[in-house]
């Protein structure tokens, strides 16, 4: 399976604490994206990176996230002192910086309890 | 001002029917539009794309795009019950960030 992969699929965790999830995008696609969704509605974009650059960041992400795709491969979400709110289903989704067509992973479903 | 509106469904239609789903966007700029299907507790998936006005076809999928009225719709005949899902509507409108639509519910009844 060549799509694009995330992990953990499920994580529930209690308020306060750190999670970090990981995506792995579509093999030799540049662009690599970070969305949140909640039930009900359609995605929200969070960040986007093309290679290892982080060339925005959504104002839906506060300080308390962070996010990383060192060397252009692999990208984290870091969220730190989780609160009740952060609960969503994490995407990640990637494209080649050729198309404009973004294909997401199976997702990041976070509980904070 | 929600950037992308959709028809707030839900929407059922019984086997074998067209399922007519629009959308509406703000940004006359936007230049690309797609249409993604997301069935419960799973992720979005691609299903069409369109970038010109008029029509393009992939098997029982047509999407439509109308520039001028900033308007977009899929259509689905032939519906199957596992075309049960949600169907979201985005928009880039920039070079990468997609903006979706809250999406419309599609039941298609056996």
């Known amino acids: 399976d060549t799509g694009v992969s995330q992990d953990p699929r499920h994580k529930i965790t209690k308020r306060g604490q750190n999670v970090t999830f990981r995506c792995d995008p579509i093999s030799e696609h540049n662009r690599l994206y970070w969305y949140r969704q909640t039930l009900g509605q359609g995605p929200e974009f969070l960040t986007y990176f093309q290679n290892e650059a982080q060339l925005e960041k959504s104002r839906l992400l506060s300080d308390r996230f962070s996010a990383e795709r060192p060397k252009g491969s692999f990208s984290t979400l870091e969220i730190q002192r989780t609160e009740q709110g952060d609960s969503a289903m994490y995407l990640c989704a990637s494209s080649p910086l050729s198309g404009r067509e973004q294909y997401f992973g199976p997702g990041t479903r976070l509980t904070v309890t | 001002q929600k950037e992308v509106e959709q028809n707030s469904g839900p929407l059922s239609v019984p086997e074998g029917a067209i399922a007519s789903l629009n959308c509406t966007y703000s940004?006359?700029?936007?230049?690309?539009f797609f249409w993604y299907r997301q069935y419960s507790g799973k992720s979005p998936e691609l299903i069409m794309f369109?970038?010109?006005?008029g029509d393009k076809e992939d098997g029982r999928f047509t999407a439509q795009l109308n520039k001028a009225s900033q308007y977009v719709s899929l259509l689905i005949r032939d519906s199957q019950p596992s075309d049960s899902a949600t169907y979201l509507c985005?928009?880039?409108?920039?070079?990468?960030?997609?903006?979706f639509g809250a999406g419309t519910t599609v039941t298609v009844r056996a």
């Open positions: 940004d006359r700029g936007s230049q690309s």
């Open positions: 985005a928009v880039i409108f920039n070079d990468y960030k997609l903006s």
């Open positions: 369109i970038y010109s006005n």
